[in-house]
C-alpha cells in the first residue's frame, strides 16, 4: 500500500478505540438525506402511477423535471459534504508528502463525481 492509499485508509476508518463504522461528510445529515430520497422515491411512484393511467404527457413530463431537480438537489448536497469532510480531512494528514496525495486523490473523487452529475 502507497502512501496515498494509507492516507486514504486512515482517513475513512474511525480511530482505533472507535469500533463504529467510519464517518462521512453526510453522517450529521443522514435523516434529511433520508427523508429527501424517500420523498423523491415516492415521487417516482407516482410518474409511473401517471403512466400507468394513461395521463398526459407533459403532466409526466413535469413531475420527471421535479425528480431530476430533487436528485440534482441531493448530489449537490453529497458534493459540498465531501469536499467540507472528506478533502478536508485529507489536509489534516500530518505527512506533508501523504497529505498532498491524500489531498489530490479526494479532490479528483470529487471532480469525477461532478463529471458523472454533468453527464
Same mark, same amino acid.
Given at each position: &500500500? #502507497?502512501?496515498?492509499?494509507?492516507? %486514504?485508509?486512515?482517513?475513512? @476508518?474511525? /480511530?482505533?478505540?472507535? =469500533?463504529?463504522?467510519? @464517518? $462521512?461528510?453526510?453522517?450529521? #445529515? !443522514?435523516? /434529511?438525506?433520508?427523508?429527501?430520497? !424517500?420523498?423523491?422515491?415516492? @415521487?417516482?411512484?407516482?410518474?409511473?402511477? &401517471?403512466?400507468?393511467?394513461? !395521463?398526459?404527457?407533459?403532466?409526466?413530463?413535469?413531475?420527471?423535471?421535479?425528480?431530476?431537480?430533487? %436528485? $440534482?438537489? +441531493? *448530489? %449537490?448536497? %453529497? +458534493?459540498?459534504? $465531501?469536499?467540507?469532510?472528506?478533502?478536508?480531512?485529507?489536509? *489534516?494528514?500530518? =505527512?506533508?508528502?501523504?497529505?498532498?496525495?491524500?489531498? =489530490?486523490? !479526494?479532490?479528483?473523487?470529487?471532480?469525477?463525481?461532478?463529471?458523472?452529475?454533468?453527464?
Amino acid at each position: &500500500m #502507497n502512501a496515498t492509499e494509507e492516507a %486514504l485508509a486512515a482517513a475513512e @476508518q474511525p /480511530a482505533a478505540e472507535d =469500533d463504529a463504522a467510519p @464517518q $462521512h461528510g453526510y453522517t450529521g #445529515n !443522514k435523516d /434529511a438525506y433520508l427523508r429527501r430520497l !424517500k420523498r423523491i422515491e415516492g @415521487q417516482v411512484r407516482g410518474i409511473a402511477r &401517471m403512466v400507468d393511467e394513461d !395521463k398526459y404527457c407533459i403532466d409526466i413530463l413535469t413531475q420527471v423535471a421535479a425528480v431530476t431537480k430533487a %436528485l $440534482h438537489a +441531493v *448530489s %449537490l448536497g %453529497l +458534493v459540498e459534504e $465531501h469536499i467540507g469532510h472528506c478533502v478536508v480531512g485529507a489536509a *489534516s494528514e500530518p =505527512d506533508p508528502d501523504a497529505r498532498a496525495e491524500a489531498i =489530490d486523490a !479526494k479532490v479528483k473523487e470529487a471532480a469525477d463525481a461532478i463529471g458523472r452529475l454533468l453527464r
